[in-house]
């Protein structure tokens, strides 16, 4: 009894450790809908590690706060590379006095966080290659850098990896300065090394706190994790980093920002702020709730509370806005699509079939119903904002026609369905999925099509996919940089595999040549000449039907000054700036 | 007693068994696969095939198996595959969130059925009674999303009586955030213990022995709690003390609403993204748990039944 007692309180004692600190007047407050699974730059590959990671570490490059298109810009970097002839080798240049956070790891220090150098990327790097780490990062460096599979393969067949084996193509050359040599000239590469997997992390780090690494982060960036009080399933503190070095808001922008007052706070050092916290609030009538209560800053618009913010021409409604609350909207750089499995017998060699069933799904209804309008119809694979993306493009399979689609129907030998057997679409298990397969039952009803949904969880799904087993599949793709390249590359058939990203198993030579040249030319008129071209290729054929480009909406407090949504950059809260005085009045 | 405790001790072990042979089919049979989500979009043939060697995955499903019994005998589950956090350290700081929502709302529930189901079984069939039978009626058919919504729009966001959502760390910051999901575990619970405790109390007070003791001329009040009260205990223990093993699981609806970081949140995660260390660990939790409650439930018979005697 006196141990079921003892047992209880410790539990009790468990649920009631260390009290909270107060937030300072200028804290951040945001949400996210889903836990953070890691602060470990060598596994954060969903979207709210991102977020936070992003906030913790830095990387070399990071993309204009404000500019649109969006732009690179050196953040560890001083500046941008040093490229040779032959675009293989880039020579990157450290910037001077960045420390890392303080932490007990820096023994030598007394705990002071050491200056950052050339040789923690290579670390971090090689960390991201080693096996036995199984770092979900390492396709951004397979087969990229000369040397680093070989050193992959040495680590794998050992039983300890020996960081201090060179790799040729990935050298400190000093303190300062860092040189890749790449196997193959990529204009994408730079991209990579604004993703938080690629961010430099001490060795004394993660030599110290081994697999607890990923709670106990030890950045360069503008916040440090407040261990004690954070919690990764429930909230995350952030706090201003007191060592952080001289960074400034951008003093440019796009057109428009000054007009909207981002660019007020021009030149001023960063953050601008004290402390972040990230609550995690998984559903969505908590999460509007705390926004409409003053609990949260800034929160994006729920489904199902669209029509009371957000009217049907698409402003805010006036009780909001007179409360001062601004809305922003931001195209997202994704794309949905229903992907079609090609070395199906009965889709893969009918292009007809294809594009009667493209013409006959209506996108403005999907958007309507599923998004409420929150969404632009895709008429090829490149979304807003991506370099290659046409405007002025009009993809004829994707105009929603019935009567052309029944035409088309008859000329791929099913006329009104006859003879057509069920198809079978797969969906991933979700209330938006249930949904959107009832209205596409609908629609390709209209021409005889029957459906048979299968619902999938995401492991499942990609596993039909890869195993050939469906035959229409709903997915998307979110853009892991502003290149339409990455979208490209779904159907280029080099990506055909066991886990590749050609889940179509398209195959066009003509195609795969253009993108081959393309990945050789810089960013320009010339390169987007040929995405627009392999862009047209993709709309003719339809490996996929391209659903929409969704669209973010978000609503901000008027006592938050520079918010603009974007869809990269994961330390966006380093610009925010919070009016207290404005807090304290209207909260 | 004492051979009786190993007895049902040792029956552990082949409810352990079961459990885990059920887990391990209903994983490799239904759930999805959990290398391609530890290795993300991008994940290569290599990465996938090194990975499910590494977790033993391309070994045979019986050495599987074996490994797996061997995880449940140590309760060592390892990391899990999802955050690659510690299984133990997560469960341990889940557990006490989970533990203090669920045994407030616990604790709270039972002694407001007790009371109300002893007023009721005592002037049973008059208005009270009747009453009360009625709202429990209503609140058991209320759901407990829309005890959640309204709670959340009107009582917090409106009324300003409680926080929205959230959780504090540390004593009494965090009861303030418990405060609402309790009393909505209390207002979802309530009904359903009135009417069976209420029944358990009248199913005695129509016994024979009862109408001997009124013919003895004993006061009604005295019949109630020395007799009636008495023997009612026994359907009660068993249907309270079943539910205690699942107190340390807390509430997955209440959690998620409230963004409470407990174990029925870890748990339901770990099932959407096929965390099977997770799955493994909390699965042996509940059955261990389930084991030691139905004992405790017998030695408490003892306690309330002096006729029963443990064998």
Known sequence: ?587 | MGRYLVRRLLYTIPVLFGVSLIVFILFHGVAGDPVIIMLGKHASEMQVRELRHELGFDQSLGLQFLNYLKQVATFDFGRSFATRENIGSMIWNGMGPSFLLASLGFFSTLILSLIISIACAFYRGRWFDRGVGFICVVGMSVSALAYILFGQYVLAFQWGWFPISGYENGFPANLKYLAMPVLIWVLVSLGWDVRFFRAALLDEAYKDYVRTARSKGLSEVTIFYKHILKNAMIPIVTYVVIQVPFLLLGSFLLESFFSIPGIGYITVDAIRSSDFPVIKATTTLISIMMVFGNLLTDIIYTLVDPRVRLR
Request: aromatic share 10%.
């Open chain 1, 1 to 587: 009894m006196v141990k079921l007692v003892l047992f209880l309180g410790c539990l009790l004692g468990v649920a009631c450790s260390s009290p909270p600190s107060a937030n300072p007047p200028n804290t951040v407050n945001v949400a996210m809908p889903a836990r953070v699974k890691t602060l470990d730059p060598a596994y954060s590959d969903d979207r709210y590690s991102n977020l936070s990671v992003g906030k913790i570490y830095e990387t070399l490059f990071q993309y204009h706060y404000l500019k649109r298109p969006y732009v690179l810009e050196g953040l560890l970097a001083d500046g941008m590379p040093l490229i040779s002839k032959d675009r293989k080798t880039l020579t990157f240049k450290i910037k001077k006095g960045v420390t890392f956070h303080d932490d007990p790891c820096f023994v030598a220090t007394q705990g002071k966080g050491r200056e950052l150098l050339a040789s923690d990327f290579a670390y971090a790097w090689k960390r991201l290659a080693d096996p036995k780490v199984r770092s979900s990062g390492w396709w951004i460096f397979d087969g990229k850098i000369v040397g680093l599979n070989d050193w992959r393969k040495k680590a794998g067949e050992s039983k300890f990896t020996d960081y201090s084996l060179d790799v040729p193509g990935l050298k400190a050359l000093d303190d300062h300065t860092l040189q890749i040599t790449l196997t193959a000239s990529s204009e994408q590469f730079l991209f990579s090394l604004a993703m938080p997997f690629t961010s430099p992390v001490p060795k004394e780090a993660v030599d110290l706190y081994g697999e607890d690494f990923a709670r106990n982060p030890v950045g360069t960036g503008p916040y440090i994790y407040r261990r004690k009080e954070s919690n990764l399933n429930s909230k995350i503190i952030l706090d201003r980093n007191p060592n952080y070095r001289k960074e400034y808001y951008p003093k440019e922008g796009a057109p428009g920002d000054r007009e909207n007052g981002l660019l007020e706070d021009a030149g001023k050092p960063l953050p601008r702020n004290d402390r972040v916290v990230i609550h995690i609030i998984e559903e969505d009538q908590p999460n509007w709730l705390n926004f409409m209560s003053g609990k949260l800053d800034v929160a994006g618009i729920p489904k199902d509370n669209f029509s009371s913010a957000v009217d049907e021409v698409g402003n805010l409604r006036p009780e909001l806005s007179k409360a001062g609350v601004k809305l922003i909207r931001e195209p997202a750089s994704d794309l949905t699509f229903m992907g079609i499995n090609l070395e199906d017998p009965i889709l893969g060699k009918n292009k007809t079939l294809r594009q009667a069933i493209s013409r006959a799904i209506d996108e403005e209804e999907t958007i309507r119903f599923l998004y409420n309008g929150r969404a632009v119809p895709a008429l090829g694979p490149i979304p807003p904002g991506v370099s290659g993306y046409d405007p002025s493009f009009k993809n004829p399979n994707r105009t929603f026609n019935l009567i052309e689609a029944k035409k088309l129907m008859a000329k791929a030998g099913y006329p009104e369905g006859k003879g057509l057997p069920e198809l079978v679409y797969y969906q991933e298990q979700s209330t938006t999925g249930r949904q959107y397969s009832e209205v596409l039952i609908r629609q390709l009803g209209a021409i005889g099509v029957k459906l048979k949904i299968v619902p999938s969880t995401w492991p499942d799904l990609i596993k039909a996919i890869h195993a050939h087993r469906t035959q229409l599949f709903g997915m998307g793709w979110g853009a892991d940089y502003p290149d339409g390249e990455n979208f490209l590359q779904l159907f280029y058939s080099r990506n055909i595999g066991e886990f590749g990203t050609n889940y179509f198993s398209y195959k066009n030579g003509e195609f795969d040549s253009l993108y081959e040249q393309a990945l050789r030319l810089p960013d320009g008129a010339a390169r987007n000449k040929l995405y627009q071209k392999m862009a047209r290729m993709v709309a003719e054929d339809v490996p996929a039907i391209f659903s929409s480009h969704r669209i973010t909406y978000g609503v901000v407090h008027p006592w938050v000054k520079n918010v603009k949504n974007g869809s990269f950059g994961n330390a966006n809260q380093k610009y925010y700036r919070i009016d207290p005085a404005i807090r304290a009045k209207l909260q």
